[in-house]
């Protein structure tokens, strides 16, 4: 866990982009950085609160982005009624020019196998050189952040993301405990859960890798969660979500969903329906 978390950076919110917020009358928009010292790539993202908030009167809702580009812009599904902080993976500034932001990408994405970050073998050799082991970095620098926030209420504080997003919410309930711990997990589709043991969309096994793994970082996990997973999804295997399902230690409940559109074909669920977050 030191390995992982060294610090405890300080960041500070700021302007946005024009027209950041067109999509959310009511609300306040900002963004934020938070340097994580020379040579390392900082904690950045969007925040996002109802504009008529009192201090400390909000849940926290701290959401990680999938695999990809990152967000470009303020998102439209941004969680009403709370605070809500939206974490870019790679920690691009908001303001960062799109063409200055698709080559930082390409860098990043470069000699991986088909062109993916994360990807590349020599840099997977080693935990210390791994690409995850600096986005784990900037999310936990991005939630301590969050909690520094005058409008959260101190209390609840929920971690959420699909895919790429969900094994970053696990790593940060894993590495975050006593008074940091978070409250809640709302994952869906959780990426790299069980390293190697299916044919799922993921970089080539290496042991160094374990300490990247979902499901180990799972086992360290007591809050209460819930999963959501499709049947059907061959980059991020149900089975995956299954083993994730099993090594959390808290209340927890793991919906399947088979069938695309707002009414799927079928339905599993397993486990109690943990408490809610807010």
């Known amino acids: 866990a030191e390995a992982l978390d060294p610090a405890r950076p300080s960041g500070a919110l700021q302007p946005p982009p024009d027209d950041a917020a067109r999509g959310a009358p009511g609300y306040r928009v900002a963004t934020f950085l938070v340097p994580l010292g020379p040579g390392r790539a900082p904690a950045t993202g969007w925040v996002s609160w109802p504009s008529r908030a009192n201090p400390k009167s909000l ?9 990809g580009l990152g967000p470009e812009s303020f998102p ?8 809500f902080v939206l974490v870019h993976p790679h920690g691009f500034p908001a ?16 000699g991986g ?8 073998d020599e840099e997977n050799a080693r935990p210390e050189t791994c690409y995850f082991r600096g986005m784990v970095q900037r999310a936990l620098a991005a939630v301590r952040f969050a909690r520094t926030l005058p409008m959260w209420d101190g209390e609840r504080l929920t ?4 895919g790429q997003g969900a094994f970053q919410a696990v790593a940060c309930a894993a590495l975050l405990d006593g008074d940091e711990a978070p409250t809640f997990l709302r994952l869906s589709a ?14 080539s096994f290496q042991p160094s890798l374990r300490y990247f793994d979902t499901v180990n970082f799972a086992r360290r996990v007591a809050v209460p969660a819930q999963i959501e997973a499709d049947l059907l999804d061959t980059a991020h295997s149900p089975a995956g ?6 090594a959390l230690g808290g209340p927890k409940r793991l919906v399947f969903r088979q069938g695309e559109g707002t009414e799927p074909v079928a339905t599993l669920e397993f486990g109690s329906s943990p408490a809610p977050e807010r």
Do not use: H, I, K
Not at 95 to 101: I, S, T
Not at 241 to 246: I, P, V
């Open 241 to 246: 979500a299954a083993r994730l399902y099993n």
């Open 76 to 83: 439209g599904d941004f969680e009403r009624d709370a605070l």
């Open 159 to 162: 971690l959420a993301g699909r």
């Open 113 to 120: 196998r088909g062109g993916a970050y994360g990807f590349r």
């Open 95 to 110: 303001d960062m020019p799109r063409e200055a932001r698709v080559a930082a990408f390409n860098a990043v994405s470069n």
């Open 190 to 203: 959780p990426w790299l859960c069980g390293l190697g043991l299916d044919t799922s969309w993921q970089p």
């Open 59 to 67: 849940p926290a809702v701290v959401r990680f982005a999938d695999y």
